[in-house]
């Protein structure tokens, strides 16, 4: 096979997946609207109240109005370009991860009841559907060093609860950027609609994702998902708790040859290195805008951690025994020299390695979520899990 093959998914995934009219300009263009509008009502109000020689009470009001009004308009006008809230339904799950709970129990027993809102951990009815998989925040203990136990969302796909259900499934462990938490990929990802629609499709066979937040405490929220020295054990806490966790909890297909590390930017670093480190462990990896060098300030003055961290270093250092197979991705909206270095290095081992340059295309959440479902279908295929289609 090829490995630089055309990557076919469905129709549904071909332009930015899994918006709505939160991903465009026009609600930032109607909030400067309003914003306009309401300082021409203030301005208005003024030159009425001078004429009449007294002050008009709702002089401040409309211009507090306007200013908050072209804040927001400033505000979603970024997020339209980041695009880390791509739609409504990305927004809520967003505030649900901030104000909910992690559960620390899940459901052992399934009964038929598709149209329940069961929460795991708080009922045993059915938590998927046949056509739809469930996404919840759960908490996963930590023993890694100066890593907190902390929260790690949770996507079961369709029909893993159904009575009688007893298959094992793949599972892709997926690594948010910096700054981040581990809702992203649910919200700026929407990696529970993607996998839903590659599943569907028969792109992919059901999976399980976990994605654990990687912050090592709310006062952390801009170092690589790394072991720094001296701080927290990020890639520790993932390869040995987060991992050892989700074995122990859902059915997962324990091995490397169905397990995936993903992420995107300094994610996409972590799971380029996660899966160099640990090819016991995972099978693949999805790199999506990953570079060369880190930038966490205790890790570059550190020259072994500089070296440990470095992918260059770590692939010529560990040499053409092992094999994975890499997905790289990012846009063309910035240099893909270190991409492509990577890429080069990775293949002068022969390691099965794609690298995909999509046009038009940032360092920002859309390029992540339009290139994801390349990279899950693309290291499905290489790693044998199979699909329908």
Known sequence: M????PIDVPPALLQDPGVDLLSTYWPSAIALVLAVAAVVLAVRSARRARRRGRRV???????????LLLAVSLALGVNTWVGYFPSVATLTRWVDDKLRAPVTEFPTTAVVAPDSEAVPGKSAARVTTDDRGYAFLAAVPSTAPRVPSTGAWVYLPP?????GNTARYPVVYLLHGAPGSAADWFAGGRIDYLLDTLIA?????????VSPDLNAGADRVDDEPLDIPGGPQLETFVTKDVVTWADANFRT???AEHRVVAGMSSGGL???LYGLHHPELFGGVVSIMPYTTPYTAAVVADPAARARNTPLDVIAARGAATTQKIFLGQGDGEPTREATQIRDALRAQGQTTTLRVFPGLAHNWRT??????????WVSKWLGWGGTS
Not at 159 to 163: I, K, Q, V
């Open 2 to 5: 090829d490995p630089d093959a």
């Open 57 to 67: 009470a709702g002089i401040a009001g409309w211009g507090t109005l306007g200013t």
């Open 159 to 163: 029909g893993y609860d159904a009575p």
């Open 201 to 209: 499709a028969g792109s992919i066979p059901p999976v399980i994702a």
């Open 253 to 255: 297909a324990a091995d």
């Open 270 to 272: 972590g799971s380029l």
């Open 368 to 377: 992540a979520r339009t290139l994801m479902p390349y990279g899950l279908v």
